[in-house]
């Protein structure tokens, strides 16, 4: 990752170094004195985001993360709880007009269930619904479809490995095989 930072800061390729901490002295040379936010989504842990972490204090870091990350030094947590059904029904339902929920009510808590209540499935889900003129709730609910459907533009959904075996996340495009026995879950990517 240090390595599309220091790219995105606009260090050559070639004048990238190869080991982990040579790229994150880099990384840190170049910000230095900057005010910058640095965003790191859905990081995997602790490892991940270190070498990221600015040497000083001009520089914000905003970290999003399923784990809770206690190791990182001088965090300010805020944890978030996934909302509830009915919220993420009326999120559904403000994306695509009331009406369109309200039509199909199982099928809508059936998308929002597959869509494991995450919010970026979700609208996903609700944006590929709206591009489509005659797409409907039942499309996306039906079981032999699942969330497969769930990619719009730089928008998609990952697959995940059950949960136990190393949890990583995998990109896939559409139509593209995930692993065997992977669970469909949405993520920022």
Do not use: W
């Not at 769930?150 to 949960?163: N, Q, T």
């Not at 075996?165 to 065997?180: D, K, V």
Request: proline letters at 7%; hydrophobic letters at 40%.
């Amino acid at each position: 990752m240090a390595a599309l930072f220091l790219g995105a800061l606009g260090v050559d390729e070639r004048s990238i170094p190869s080991g982990i901490s040579d790229r994150a002295s880099l990384y840190r040379s170049r910000i230095a004195g900057r005010k910058v936010l640095v965003v790191l989504d859905h990081a995997a842990d602790e490892r991940a985001v270190l070498p990221l972490l600015p040497g000083n204090s001009s520089a914000v870091v905003l970290v999003t993360s399923r784990s809770r990350l206690a190791g990182l030094p001088g965090a300010e947590r805020c944890f978030v709880e996934r909302p509830d059904l009915r919220d993420k029904l009326s999120m559904l339902a403000g994306m695509l007009g009331p009406d369109a929920a309200a039509s199909e009510p199982a099928a809508a808590d059936s998308v929002v269930t597959l869509c494991d209540h995450l919010p970026l499935a979700l609208r996903i889900a609700a944006t590929r619904l709206a591009a489509r003129p005659h797409g409907d709730l039942g499309r996306l609910a039906d079981e032999d479809r699942r969330l497969d459907e769930l990619a719009h533009g730089a928008l998609s959904v990952h697959r995940r490995r059950p949960r136990g075996s190393a949890a990583r996340c995998s990109h896939r495009r559409p139509g593209q095989p995930g692993p065997r026995g992977a669970r469909h879950t949405a993520s920022g990517g």
